[in-house]
């Protein structure tokens, strides 16, 4: 695909702090993944994750509360404007996020938005759009998370690279 560039990963382990379980996975954000067309840039990223078997896809934007999925990984392209999002809980790590950038999400690390510029925008999806559950951290959630989180598969495909993606060489 023209509108995908080579790859630049860079990951974060984000171990458990507690009160949020993270991920023995790192976090994956390829940035600038994609050159976004001006007409729907939202749409790109719907079509090329489906593509690689990510599907159950939204349009929306990063929540300003700490909260992670048990069930599922996730995958965000920024499709428009820009947000500094915090990742891993509050002793996780801060990334700033501008559009065509790429985030692949382990299950269990939190995700929170610190603040943003008016026309932030992402398209989230799930691999073989798998079911998603919410969490926030609260004792009450663990252990069952804990279980949820150890049962989630590795993605079959790289949601942007597909099956020759750098994501297999980070999540083995």
Known sequence: MESI???RAISFDLTDDGSIPNSRLPLVIYQGAVKLAPRDPAS???????ANNWTGSWRDGVYTYHHYHSTTHEVLGVYAGSATVKFGGDKGIKQKLT??????????????????????????????????????????????????????????????????????????
């Open 5 to 7: 560039n080579p790859p």
């Open 99 to 172: 559009a065509g950038d790429v985030v692949i999400i382990p299950a269990g690390v939190a995700h929170k938005n610190l603040g943003a510029s008016s026309d932030f925008g992402v398209v989230g999806a799930y691999p073989n759009g798998a079911e998603w559950d919410m969490n926030y951290g609260q004792k009450k959630e663990r252990p069952q998370a804990d279980e949820n989180i150890a049962r989630v598969p590795l993605p079959e495909l790289d949601p942007v690279y597909g099956a020759g993606g750098p994501l297999h060489e980070l999540w083995v």
């Open 44 to 50: 790109l990223f719907e079509q090329l994750f489906a």
